[in-house]
Antibody
Framework: EVQLLESGGGLVQPGGSLRLSCAAS????????MNWVRQSPGKGLEWVSS????????FYADSVRGRFAISRDNSENKVYLQMNGLRAVDTAVYYC?????????????WGQGTLVTVSS | EIVLTQSPATLSLSPGERATLSCRAS??????LAWYQQKPGQAPRLLIY???NRATGIPARFSGSGSGTDFTLTISTLEPEDFAVYYC??????????FGPGTRVDIK
């Protein structure tokens, strides 16, 4: 059974940093593109970032490019999202999600999410 | 960036009725369109990918259709557990992968 468990969320001041982690199990982690998707309170879904299986290919939404960095550790089956220069608009639940097979973009397994609140 | 619009914003129906949800893209997404279901306090769940393929474990009452810029998610007979928000998403032209704003299906 696929399991994804996010951690690292919390309250941070504007301009601050947080590092989100997602621990994966139940599948061959290194062979899948992994994604971060966020959802602001009461709002819709927004794709944030994706990383290829080897970690060499990374992709970002324009809204976070240059501030966020995605990475992975295939030896520990974890994916990370380093978030710097946080803004109030970054307040959201951040979901880690596994790609459906080789169909980059579709997410067939999701974690429960971790809440990031950016506020002074 | 491909913009997805969904209609209606809210659909009020009774259990047993048929639900028809629409997703329109600002340009062709070919067949690279998915649908997700999200219930309050839960993560999204993939229902349909590549327009009409049901994801693992998704009941047959969920079906998808369309091509190019216009797509439909149909729930043939609403069950009580189907009342939720539904999002469409494209992977045709990325980054970014974009989602529609969602359609809420609530109990009439």
């Amino acid at each position: 059974e696929v399991q994804l468990l996010e951690s690292g969320g919390g309250l941070v001041q504007p301009g601050g940093s947080l590092r989100l982690s997602c621990a994966a199990s139940g599948f061959t982690f290194s062979t899948y593109v992994m994604n971060w998707v966020r959802q602001s309170p009461g709002k819709g879904l927004e794709w944030v970032s994706s990383i290829g299986g080897s970690g060499g290919d990374t992709f970002y939404a324009d809204s976070v490019r240059g501030r966020f960095a995605i990475s992975r550790d295939n030896s520990e089956n974890k994916v990370y999202l380093q978030m710097n220069g946080l803004r109030a608009v970054d307040t959201a639940v951040y979901y880690c999600a596994k790609t459906l097979g080789s169909l980059t973009g579709y997410s067939d397994s999701w974690g429960q999410g971790t809440l990031v609140t950016v506020s002074s | 960036e491909i913009v997805l619009t969904q209609s209606p914003a809210t659909l009020s129906l009774s259990p047993g009725e048929r639900a028809t949800l629409s997703c329109r893209a600002s340009q062709s997404v070919n067949s690279y369109l998915a649908w997700y279901q999200q219930k309050p306090g839960q993560a999204p769940r993939l229902l349909i990918y590549d327009v009409s393929n049901r994801a693992t474990g998704i009941p047959a009452r969920f079906s998808g259709s369309g091509s190019g810029t216009d797509f439909t998610l149909t729930i043939s007979t609403l069950e009580p557990e189907d009342f939720a928000v539904y999002y469409c998403q494209q992977r045709s032209d990325w980054p970014p992968f974009t989602f529609g704003p969602g359609t809420r299906v609530d109990i009439k």
